[in-house]
């Protein structure tokens, strides 16, 4: 059978498709912009430890394939990404601009000064934080968060915002780089909310514009605003008007996959290749004759003669319970040798049963895909009633860059 590699479970992601993926974002969200207005750069999204497939793992091969920013979700995160630039040989002055997206603390700030982390702004508190640590003969960057209707980060367009840029001007220790907004219906094309959106989002520009602030980067949005045709046009016109460069942020397609698009014909999905997957080694196989039972409850009998195969890997892994297979109704599949092996009875916390009884060749030490080629992201989003994103950010497994 031989020593498992990587521990009971092992995520390969394939720096092919990463590249792959990220040279289709570029060719669509080139398509959009028109005129003199210059492509937008793209920021590779690998918060969430790159939706679980290793964000220090992927920095590398995005930065190597013209990421000219890789979002993280803290300081934390940032740290281990820009080691890993650095362990892999790209100089300093080539490595990506990183942006720390997520909830800024003042904790955070000593590591985001350390490791040249570019933070999300958007209350006083954050700047007197920055400004602390920060020296005016070489200004701190930050960006600018306007909220326009999602109500998580962000300063609302108005008052607020015309006291934040006032205390902004203020601190000559920082520097303005960058503003941003993220729209919240993206992936339904003409939505009003998008509207509605975008109408906050022009007027926050305006009042950055009077308070004589030049940001030199803006962005909105995520894989579906790129995806989605009118967005990006609307973005980079905006974008020209304030004399700011573009970004088109995007994470999920990086990794193979993209939220179907309401009203308006996807560019995206065609191209895309899912970038990891997930496999664990067979532990035991074993019959079951007819009558005996299956896990948890015993929510599955046989009805005749089977033979299970065990894998060390459960719902602590990020398999979800919800692919459960039971007498009342079809579970999830794994793929082993080329054919699904439907999941038998409750998934444990780390084991999972299979059916192999039509694949006769099964055996212990057989590798199967859990995810991948014949069962992917959107497969076990589905059968678990939530999103891709929430499949791959779920997953705890080591993972290995492969070809």
């Known amino acids: 059978m031989g020593k498992m590699p990587y521990g009971k479970s092992w995520f390969e992601v394939s720096r092919t498709a990463l590249e792959s993926n990220l040279s289709a ?35 590398p091969v995005l930065a190597h394939s013209g990421a000219e920013w890789l979002g993280v979700t803290d300081a934390l ?8 630039l650095q362990a892999a040989g790209i100089a300093p002055v080539d490595q990506p601009e990183i942006l720390l997206m997520c909830g800024l603390e003042a904790s955070d700030v000593p590591a ?18 920055l400004a602390a640590h920060a020296d005016s003969r070489q200004p701190l960057p930050f960006h600018l968060e306007i909220d326009t209707g999602m109500a998580r980060q962000g300063v609302r367009p108005g008052e607020d915002l015309t006291q934040l840029l006032a205390e902004i001007s203020g601190y000559p220790q920082l520097t303005l780089a960058g503003v941003l907004t993220h729209f919240a219906s993206s992936e339904i094309a003409g939505s009003a909310l998008t509207r509605s959106q975008q109408q906050l989002f022009k007027q926050a520009l305006s009042q950055i514009e009077a308070a004589r602030l030049t940001p030199a980067w803006l962005h909105a949005g995520n894989t579906s605003t790129i995806d989605e045709a009118r967005l990006l046009p609307w973005l980079a016109a905006q974008a020209e008007a304030v004399g700011a460069r573009l970004l088109a942020r995007t994470g999920l397609a990086l990794y ?29 196989v074993r019959d079951l004759a007819p009558g005996e039972t299956v896990g948890y409850n015993a929510t599955f009998t046989a009805p005749e003669p089977m033979r299970l195969a065990l894998l060390p890997v459960g719902y602590a892994d990020g398999l979800r319970r919800e692919l459960s297979g039971s007498d009342a109704r079809p579970g999830g599949w794994v793929m082993l040798h080329g054919q699904r092996a439907p999941i038998l009875g409750r998934i444990s916390m780390n084991l999972t049963t299979v059916d192999v009884t039509q694949i006769a060749q099964a055996a212990l030490g057989d590798v199967a895909t859990l995810l991948g080629a014949g069962i992917t992201a959107d497969d076990h989003a589905r059968l678990a009633g939530t999103i891709p994103y929430e499949i791959l950010c779920g997953l705890r497994a080591r993972s290995v860059l492969v070809a």
């Open 25 to 59: 974002l570029g060719r669509v969200a080139g398509s959009g912009p028109s005129g003199n207005q210059p492509r937008p750069a793209l920021l590779a999204v690998i918060k969430a430890n790159g939706y679980g497939h290793g964000a220090a793992l992927c920095a």
């Open 112 to 129: 985001a000064v350390q490791h040249h982390l570019t933070p999300v702004v958007w209350f006083s508190e954050q700047l007197e934080w």
């Open 77 to 84: 995160e940032g740290g281990a990404v820009r080691e890993s």
């Open 256 to 284: 193979g996959y993209a939220l179907p698009l309401e009203g308006d014909v996807p560019q995206l999905a065609p191209s895309l290749l899912p970038a990891g997957t997930w496999k664990a080694r067979v532990v035991a």
